[in-house]
């Protein structure tokens, strides 16, 4: 029996989070998202889509992610802003038109997120080669998801 060798190359990873009035959770969950992504061995990105909320979601983003990059400076992160609530769709949508990565991983706004996250639910991805999910994250190739929205 061959042993398959683990690959060397990381597939480059955007992690989307659509958010809508979630100021108090923002700031609590970027901070374990970023260090997990810093975990990660390959290009990471975090893309926030502020759904239009009415709070200061978007303004505790911007902080929160300014504060995350100058901790963890090789993972990249940026904030998009809906004027009006659009939904999830299409916060979904708009944070896959902004991404660079091979892999997209939708990420709701759970605080759980440890520093071996990200890295575990690329291997069970890579291992299965298809969609994962759970209750609070979705992996998928950026092709599949794009479609999937259209």
């Known amino acids: 029996m061959q042993v398959k060798p683990k690959s060397i190359f ?8 659509p958010a809508y ?3 108090k959770l923002i700031a609590a969950f970027s901070p374990g998202l970023f260090k997990s992504a810093a975990q990660y061995m390959g290009f990471c ?3 926030v889509v502020d ?9 505790i983003a911007w902080a929160t992610i300014q504060e995350c990059r100058r901790k963890w400076p090789h993972v990249k992160g940026k904030i998009i802003r809906h004027t009006a609530k659009l ?19 939708i990420a709701d706004l759970q605080p759980a997120w440890k520093p071996n996250t990200l890295k575990e639910i690329i291997e069970t991805f890579e291992k299965r080669g298809k969609t994962i999910s759970n209750f609070m994250t979705c992996c998928y190739e950026a092709e599949t998801l794009r479609k999937l929205l259209m």
């Open 51 to 59: 759904d239009g909320s009415s709070d200061h979601t978007y303004k």
């Open 10 to 17: 990381k597939p480059p990873v955007s992690i989307i989070v």
């Open 45 to 47: 990105e975090i893309i």
């Open 21 to 23: 009035n979630c100021e």
């Open 87 to 105: 939904g999830r769709k299409q916060a979904l949508k708009k944070g896959i038109n902004k991404a660079f990565g091979m892999l997209t991983v």
